[in-house]
């Protein structure tokens, strides 16, 4: 059988091109310079001539009917076209269609609710088609993006186009942060759905509030002019407690030593959870809520009650929150798509979970050691991809970030490429990605993130580099992509490593302490499996040796970009990897017992190296965070990072000196 691709590819060939008077034809590298424009890239496309027009002279017909996308779709399609005055008459015309004969095709696609085609009609008409206005939008939306690439002050260059395009994954999109400040740019990246923490409690009367929280509200009111879901999310249920819930309701805390825990044998829970659902559900547009399941009882046991302590808490909550599912539909007279998130707390429990939930209960995989997880690592378990394959809605929630808490600056095309198609070859159907402290911070994996979720096997991350480039106007696309392509891997081993992480929360240890103990673990080490500061994400001495050289050079490549944010990034990755060398090579020489004499040259210049390593990636940081903010952010994060750098540094200096060494 063949491939959906290979049938689109087929149909379009069938479509013979179209004869116009005012039409040149594009060259193959013209199309590929054109398609550059382009994120998502689209499945199948090709580009067989142009025609310009006078700005204002394209029309925009619209298929029949009042629905919100398609009235924005053709919104957004005449701002690009608009002129400042209307010229005598038409001389192009885009018309959008739902159904139609030409819209069979979509329908064998997957996630056929958001395919599209766009195809020449006759001279002069550029049609788009799609089975729903979701569809219809995705298709105004790569029109859109040709159009503006070529557009002039006083032309429109219209491509003569053939396209035919669905996504891998169905939903697509991010929680927390900042994302609801960047809806109409996630938009236009064809990401839909979105999801932030509720505001959940019980006020000073006892009565449970839920709530969107205040200044979010941009998800309600301009998310579905972007065809983005809203889906509201009630926060981890250890940890709820100390939002009023057992000050009112004191008999809901579970009998154990977590502060957190609740007793789910207790029918009121059931009550409590089905009020905040009916709540959250009443807010426009809202058709799904996300209930997070409890994260972490810290080695703690759930409640230990008659009632409770003979069965698994887990099963328990998750029947707690089925029931209060059921009891809010049955309040609202309707029903609502419920969405529930795993953890680590649930992990040991995540089948006996699943085999409690209804088919049409969707599944979001969490847990903060894996899933937060730079290493070179798959993080999909073999029982999530199963439960996938058997036909559930299972999506996950990986950061796009150097770390969640330890912000410094990643171009990873290499990493996101590698964990979206993880994604798409297991079968999942939503990414909610996390980007923190902001989506600006990592701009360009949150865009390799919108493009290869919707197709993972199309641009190489070298290409996606140069399309970023050649969208954002730099100079030498090619270069820039150079750079990614040097920078990336060595950013990866070093993120993967977890390096700062590591040194904070104390796991496996801090790099002074384990130097003159003797106890740093020899390079690739993972403690746990969870744990892999300070070099976990690197093999051996080759790929440290290899890591130096390439950061160095794309610290000279950096240089000869148009591209600040280049330099900054590279000063931050060759500091830590000169550093994780030069730490790697006194591992060899300092012992527990001390340093040989004849060795303290040699620890002498690689303790220096190592601390100037550092402060280069500490000076670097603030200036990047500096270069990605905009005005309106006024709190700055990374001074947590430049602390842990400081305090590095002071502890190898102290150690250094303690072995005879000075610095």
């Given at each position: 059988m063949k491939s959906l691709a290979a049938l689109a590819v087929g149909v379009l060939a069938l479509c013979a091109p179209p004869t116009y008077a005012a039409r040149l034809d594009v060259t193959e590298k013209e199309m590929l310079d054109w398609v550059r424009h382009l994120v998502p890239l689209p499945k199948s496309i090709k580009i067989t001539g142009r025609e310009t027009v006078p700005r204002g002279a394209v029309e925009v017909v619209p298929d029949f009917g009042n629905d919100l996308l398609t009235i924005q779709a053709a919104k957004e399609l005449r701002e690009a076209t608009a002129g400042r005055s209307e010229p005598a008459k038409e001389a192009f015309k885009i018309r959008m269609q739902i159904g139609g004969e030409e819209s069979e095709l979509l329908s064998r696609l997957k996630n056929s609710d958001q395919a599209y085609r766009i195809l020449p009609v006759g001279d002069g008409e550029i049609r788009l088609v799609a089975l729903t206005p979701n569809g219809l939008y995705y298709a105004a939306k790569t029109l859109q993006q040709l159009v503006r690439a070529r557009a002039s002050k006083d032309s429109i260059t219209m491509p003569i186009v053939e396209v035919v395009d669905w996504p891998d994954m169905a939903k697509r999109g991010l929680w927390g942060a900042d994302n609801y400040e960047c809806l109409k740019w996630l938009g236009d990246r064809k990401m839909n759905i979105m999801e932030q923490i509720s505001g959940i409690g019980v006020d000073d009367q006892g009565k449970p509030f839920a709530r969107v929280r205040p200044g979010r509200e941009t998800l309600v009111t301009e998310g579905p002019?972007?065809?983005?879901?809203?889906?509201p999310v009630i926060l981890h249920l250890e940890q709820v407690g100390r939002l009023g819930v057992f000050e009112h309701f004191p008999h809901f805390k579970g009998k154990t030593e977590h502060p957190g825990a609740m007793c789910y044998s207790q029918p009121g829970v059931v009550d409590l959870i089905a009020e905040w659902m009916v709540q959250l559900a009443r807010v426009p547009t809202v058709t799904t809520l996300d209930c997070w399941l409890t994260e972490n009882l810290h080695g703690q046991s759930g409640c230990q009650c008659d009632k409770c302590k003979d069965r698994k808490w887990q099963v328990l909550e998750i029947r707690a929150v089925l029931a209060a599912w059921k009891k809010a539909k049955q309040r609202l007279g309707r029903d609502f798509t419920l969405r529930i998130t795993t953890s680590e707390a649930t992990e040991p429990e995540n089948l006996a979970v699943f085999a409690?939930?209804?088919?049409?209960?969707?599944?979001?995989?969490?847990?903060?050691?894996?899933?937060?997880?730079?290493?070179?690592?798959?993080?999909?378990?073999?029982?999530?991809?199963?439960?996938?394959?058997?036909?559930?809605?299972?999506?996950?929630?990986?950061?796009?970030?150097?770390?969640?808490?330890?912000?410094?600056?990643?171009t990873g095309a290499d990493f996101v490429h590698y964990r979206m198609n993880e994604f798409?070859?297991?079968?999942?159907?939503?990414?909610?990605?996390?980007?923190?402290?902001?989506?600006?911070?990592?701009?360009?994996?949150?865009?390799?993130?919108?493009?290869?979720?919707?197709?993972?096997?199309?641009?190489?991350?070298?290409?996606?580099?140069?399309?970023?480039?050649?969208?954002?106007?730099?100079?030498?696309?090619?270069?820039?992509?150079?750079?990614?392509?040097?920078?990336?891997?060595?950013?990866?081993?070093?993120?993967?490593?977890?390096?700062?992480?590591?040194?904070?929360?104390?796991?496996?240890?801090?790099?002074?302490?384990?130097?003159?103990?003797?106890?740093?673990?020899?390079?690739?080490?993972?403690?746990?499996?969870?744990?892999?500061?300070?070099?976990?994400?690197?093999?051996?001495?080759?790929?440290?040796?290899?890591?130096?050289?390439?950061?160095?050079?794309?610290?000279?490549?950096?240089?000869?970009?148009?591209?600040?944010?280049?330099?900054?990034?590279?000063?931050?990755?060759?500091?830590?990897?000169?550093?994780l060398k030069a730490l790697y090579e006194l591992r060899k020489i300092v012992k527990p017992t001390g340093i040989a004499p004849e060795a303290k040259p040699a620890a002498h210049r690689l303790f220096r190296e190592y601390v100037a390593g550092l402060k280069q990636a500490r000076e670097a940081i603030p200036r990047w965070e500096k270069m990605v903010t905009t005005p309106a952010w006024s709190h700055l994060f990374t001074p947590q990072v430049t602390d842990i750098f400081d305090r590095m540094i002071e502890e190898m200096t102290d150690t250094a000196r303690e072995l005879g060494v000075t610095m």
């Open positions: 002019l972007y065809g983005i879901e809203f889906a409690e939930l209804p088919p049409e209960v969707q599944v979001t995989y969490y847990h903060s050691l894996f899933t937060y997880n730079n290493r070179r690592m798959q993080i999909i378990p073999g029982y999530v991809a199963e439960e996938a394959r058997k036909g559930r809605w299972m999506g996950v929630i990986p950061n796009l970030c150097s770390h969640t808490g330890y912000w410094e600056p990643y798409v070859e297991k079968g999942l159907s939503g990414l909610v990605g996390y980007v923190t402290p902001g989506v600006h911070y990592y701009e360009f994996n949150t865009e390799a993130a919108a493009e290869w979720s919707w197709n993972a096997k199309g641009r190489s991350p070298r290409e996606f580099a140069v399309s970023y480039a050649v969208r954002r106007g730099l100079k030498d696309p090619e270069k820039f992509a150079d750079w990614v392509e040097t920078v990336g891997p060595v950013a990866w081993d070093v993120y993967g490593s977890h390096w700062l992480y590591g040194e904070n929360c104390g796991q496996p240890g801090r790099a002074a302490d384990m130097l003159k103990s003797g106890k740093l673990p020899e390079l690739g080490s993972v403690l746990w499996d969870c744990y892999p500061a300070p070099w976990g994400n690197i093999k051996d001495e080759a790929r440290l040796k290899a890591d130096a050289e390439m950061a160095a050079k794309a610290l000279r490549m950096a240089r000869g970009l148009d591209w600040p944010l280049a330099v900054e990034e590279s000063l931050v990755v060759e500091g830590n990897i000169r550093a």
